[in-house]
């Protein structure tokens, strides 16, 4: 496996595979790499003939009061974790190098990009939208992997990979889980132990709305029925919990897939996770 911090040495090398005839696959992240992570990486060496993994904790989607500097970083383990899962070439730049000075230009989405996660974290799309554009721009993969544990930042980065024609599929990978469900995230390095066993409330949750909409409920019964089951936990605060359209993060149309989507604060970490659920 490659490492390399520099932009002119990651085009080097993606321009030499792709001269090759190799497909490169990508999976852009913020390191503090987990069992998530890796069933990324995997799914790009089942398909890519090249993999690229990127890890650079992006200012630019962090708010302000938010934990940009004391987001788990782990560089030692992490490039350990990218050997063993099959990486080739793994890119850690530092800010300068992702963002000299004079750096003006953003990526905008629009309307997927403004609800839920969008309002609760004003410009954070902003940030996301605009670091994986570059990051398109500078490793031009036939394939990048994204987590649908972020189920609106899929969303996003769909919506944007169309209306800017990037030349790319994007791959949606299934939320990995710990066993007692809770989604796995980097985040989760946040919880105190009496946090992490009420962790599991958003998954109980979610469960607990889609059991509602397969016994026939309204998506609005089902939104209640999840508010609920949190308001029985006090350690869980509840930021939002709806069920939305899988694309827009609108309403939910009256037939077909729907996505229940719930985000809650558990001491200082930040928890979401999502559900989908065929009707
Ligand atoms: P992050 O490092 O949090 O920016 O995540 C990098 C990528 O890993 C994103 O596409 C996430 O959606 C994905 N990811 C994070 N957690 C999980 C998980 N538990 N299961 C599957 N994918 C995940």
């Given at each position: ?12 090398a993606?321009?030499?595979e ?10 852009p ?26 890890i ?30 099959g ?8 800010v ?19 609800t ?10 902003e940030?996301?939208?605009t ?13 990048a ?16 990979t ?22 796995m995230?980097?985040r989760?390095?946040y ?17 607990a ?24 936990v ?12 899988p ?6 149309s009256?037939?077909?897939p ?9 001491g200082?970490?930040?928890?979401i ?7």
């Open positions: 496996m490659r490492v390399v911090r520099e932009v002119s040495e990651l085009r080097a993606v321009v030499a792709r001269a090759a005839g190799r497909s490169i696959g990508f999976v992240t913020m390191g503090a790499l987990h069992e998530g992570h890796v069933s990324l990486l995997r799914a790009a060496g089942e398909r890519d003939d090249f993999v690229v993994l990127s650079f904790v992006n200012p630019l989607q962090f708010g302000i009061g938010e934990d940009l500097s004391s987001y788990p970083r782990d560089e030692a383990g992490d490039l350990a974790a990218a050997e063993a899962s990486v080739d070439l793994a890119f850690l730049p530092a300068e190098e992702m963002y000299p000075p004079g750096r003006s230009t953003t990526v905008r989405v629009g309307a997927v990009a403004e839920l996660e969008g309002a609760v974290r004003p410009g954070h799309f940030g996301v939208a670091v994986v554009a570059k990051l398109f721009n500078l490793v031009q993969p036939d394939r992997y994204f987590g649908q544990k972020d189920a609106q930042q899929v969303a996003v980065i769909k919506r944007m169309r209306d800017l024609s990037f030349p790319l599929d994007v791959v949606v990978c299934p939320t990995v889980r710990e066993p007692d469900g809770l989604a995230s980097s989760n390095a919880l105190q132990s009496a946090e992490r066993a009420v962790a599991t409330t958003l998954w109980r949750a979610l469960q709305g889609r059991e509602a909409i397969g016994d026939g409920a309204t998506w609005e019964v089902a939104e209640k029925t999840m508010e609920n089951v949190v308001e029985r006090p350690e869980v605060e509840l930021e939002y919990a709806r069920a939305v359209d694309d827009s993060f609108g309403p939910p009256v037939s077909g729907l996505l229940l989507v719930i985000a809650a604060r558990v200082r970490a930040r928890l996770d999502n559900l989908l659920v065929d009707r």
